[in-house]
């Protein structure tokens, strides 16, 4: 016998009466600051008002250039110093509107509306969520599944760190343009996609979902890969042409306040406070205090923390953990690789052909950002030999040949110069080609092509 619990709906409740009767209040001041434009956020306490103020921040493409938070007690009181996305003092009049607004009692919804890469399609076309464990040609074979599924790909978002992938997918059925809500096809989409994820040395396992539910992609990509543990290591993660680097951050206790004090230094980048605090969030830590400062090449930011049952972190297991999974946080956006452009017009298909011409020329995908904008696919991915080693340019000329050189573009301060070793003989071992052959292969098995050797 089921028992229904009232609880979680008067917290709920009590939650939105809170909100209206003290309404988060947003004021900008332009004149304190001569370099960026301040922001003040005045609200009642709840669990999670910092994420939600950073989260609207960064969907606004703003620059958090300087941060002080407090929120210990029953009041949330923050100063942001923040820009452009070029550097630049605000020049609209209704930020502190827009932000009120979407902070509100309405703000859920439009939250889940803005922002990062697709979310603006969630309500109109059924979503996929895949994790599993990242290898040369994986993204090709998902395309290729859905095309087959005859399923066009309006928007997607693939992160991949520490040898783990994850992707959130926005599909419409080809035919009707509408989400695809019958059950049966459901199923089959999740059981192809889940056998395309599964190989022999993922140990974790591999997850595919699907539902028409909204949702704010580079926040729910964070909640994969923490659920996922790319914060982890083992034997088999080696992760392909990763730099190494790990950002500078330390957890020590401040035992006369009763906090956590979390400190972090890494190179400065957009969305960087957005991805630190989903992770403390994730890890059910609230924030109480922080400082923030990012108004050069490097950024700094300290928090104090306490977990959500009003306790400093008690042991080292608990501290390392903290550490590697910011560390996570802070590295799962970094866009290793040449930054690949691709516009042209949208089809069936086209992310199926375009990411089978990478693999068979031994490119292997670290992130992307699938967009579409009428009848146009805007696209980029950032790409790395398969082998570990610097993208020659000739690779890259090869890509563009296959593609098209009007519809791929590469950032130009990225081109690789050409590399002056010599060209591998025709019929040489060829690493691309190893890909290509045991990616057709998988195909074949899964009925997508009629032979190992035929080219979609």
Known sequence: MHYWSPSLDVDHEFEKLVNRMHPPRVTVDQISDKKSTLIKVDSANKRGSLLEVVQVLTDLNLLIKRAYISSDGGWF???????DKYGNKLSEDNVADRIQQSLGPRGC????????????????????????????GLLSEVFAVLTDL???????EIWT???????????????????????????????????????????RGAQ????????????????????DRDYDTDEYDVPIGSSGQKPR???????????????????????????????????QYVVFHATIIAEGAEAFQE???????????????????????LEAAIKRRVSEGLRLELCGEDRLGLLSDVTRIFRENGLSVTRAEVTTRGSEAVNAFYVIDSSGTQVKSETIEAVRNAIGETILKVKEDEMLSSSKAPRQQTGGFSLGNLFRNRSEK???????????????
Not at 150 to 156: E, L, S
Not at 164 to 192: H, W
Not at 208 to 227: G, K, N
Not at 307 to 325: F, K, L
């Open 77 to 83: 009181m923050d100063v942001f110093h923040v820009t």
């Open 109 to 136: 919804s439009f939250r889940s509306l803005r922002g990062s890469v697709g979310v603006q399609y969630a309500a109109e076309n059924t979503t996929i969520e895949l994790t599993g464990r990242d290898r040369p």
């Open 150 to 156: 005859k399923c066009n790909v309006v928007a997607a």
């Open 161 to 203: 760190h520490n040898s783990r992938m994850a992707s959130i997918v926005y599909i419409t059925d080809n035919e009707t343009g509408l989400p695809i809500n019958d059950p049966d096809r459901l199923s089959k989409i999740k059981q192809l996609l889940l056998y395309v994820l599964k190989g022999d040395l993922d140990k």
């Open 208 to 227: 595919s979902a699907v539902s028409v539910e909204s949702t704010h992609t580079q926040r729910r990509l964070h909640q994969l890969m923490y659920a």
């Open 249 to 283: 951050v330390t957890v020590e206790n401040c035992i006369e306040k009763g906090y956590t004090v979390v400190n972090l230094r890494c190179p400065d980048r957009p969305k960087l406070l957005f991805d630190t605090v989903c992770t403390l969030t994730d890890m």
């Open 303 to 325: 928090f104090y923390i306490r977990h959500t049952d009003g306790c400093p972190i008690n042991s080292e297991a608990e501290r390392q953990r903290v550490i590697h999974c």
């Open 442 to 456: 998988f195909l074949y098995n899964l009925g997508l092509i009629r032979s190992c050797s035929e080219v979609a």
